[in-house]
């Protein structure tokens, strides 16, 4: 028997892509931009496995149209990009890759953090504009992080490890999520409040929640409503968590001081966007696990599960490894 037959939807570090080569017959998109939805459906048309990006849609009309297709590696944590219940009843392995990107991430939360407070992206953009004259008294002041009141908005590994870096600054940390962590409140400094107290007192609002129904536009209208005029946002979670146009309305009115988005809706935002332009909201492109080890451990996870499903095994970072047996994994291969 051949060599199993992938798609993978982008070229990810070599960390995971050589180990995929060797074991399969891989064809790779080299574009950096996703590949179209008609181009995704036909090169995974006739594939045993999909390596795919939170920008590829896994819906039950690609899995119909792909009847070969028995796993579906996710190069991210997050997985709503995927129809994890239509892959179940098909008998499809989904997995994703957790964990290895959680230090990585809350690093990048904690410096948007710092950046919008210290006004650093202002300033940059202030020098090279030529309109440094001089020191000044008043020039770009901005808030202070130490001692402040960081807000927590989900309380998973991510806003673990953020409370963890705020703990260096003195911070008092409250925090919000569905399922209250006694085991970490003590050790980690904690607070646990309500939502709309928790953005009530906070000085700095952090994101960690996953997309669900429930979370979505989570923080909305009447939710910037209730924060304080010197509240910075910070959102690395998911961009249709915060509600686009309320907080641009939050942002120009002074209704907040400021945002620092790694995610945007829509993603990517256009460069025309109000957003872009808000002297008080720095955007960048969702890069918050952009180190070059984090990207590699990432690329093996996904390489390991591909592999697995291929096998018809447990993948080791399973979605719905309760679908092995059933379907299209009825039978385990030896390629």
Request: glycine share 8%; hydrophobic share 45%; net charge negative.
């Amino acid at each position: 028997m051949g060599k199993p037959r992938v798609f993978v939807a982008r070229v990810i570090p070599d960390a995971g892509l050589d180990r995929i080569r060797d074991f399969c017959d891989a064809t790779i998109w080299q574009d950096e931009l996703p590949p179209p939805r008609e181009v995704l459906l036909r090169e995974t048309r006739d594939a045993d496995g999909l390596v795919s990006l939170l920008t590829d849609r896994i819906d039950p009309e690609l899995m119909d149209a792909c009847p070969r297709l028995r796993v579906v590696s996710n190069m991210a944590v997050g997985f709503d990009n995927i129809d994890i219940p239509a892959a179940t009843a098909r008998g499809i392995l989904a997995g994703n890759t957790p964990g290895v990107l959680t230090e990585t991430t809350s690093d990048f939360a904690f410096a948007l953090l710092m950046a919008a407070a210290r006004r650093i992206v202002e300033g940059v953009d202030y020098v090279r504009a030529g309109r440094w004259q001089t020191w000044g008294p008043m020039l770009l002041m901005g808030a202070d992080v130490h001692h402040a009141t960081l807000g927590l908005v989900g309380l998973g590994r991510i806003g673990a490890e953020m409370a963890k870096r705020a703990k260096g600054f003195d911070m008092r940390v409250l925090y919000y999520d569905v399922v209250r962590r006694e085991d970490l409140e003590a050790s980690l400094g904690l607070t646990y409040a309500p939502l709309n107290d928790v953005l009530r007192q906070a000085d700095f609002v952090s994101v960690h929640t996953p997309l669900t129904p429930d979370t979505r536009h989570l923080i909305n209208r009447e939710r910037l409503g209730l924060m304080k005029p010197t509240t910075i946002l910070i959102n690395t979670s998911r961009g249709p968590v915060v509600e686009t146009d309320a907080l641009v309305e939050a942002l120009r009115t002074g209704r907040i001081a400021g945002a620092a988005l790694d995610v945007t809706d829509p993603e990517p935002l256009p460069a025309d966007h109000p957003l872009v332009s808000l002297p008080n909201c720095i955007v960048v492109p969702h890069i918050a696990s952009a180190s070059a080890a984090t990207r590699g451990k990432m690329a093996e996870i996904a390489a390991n599960n591909l592999i697995a499903g291929l096998k018809g095994e447990p993948l080791p970072a399973g979605l719905n490894n309760d679908a092995v047996g059933n379907g299209r994994n009825a039978l385990p291969r030896e390629w």
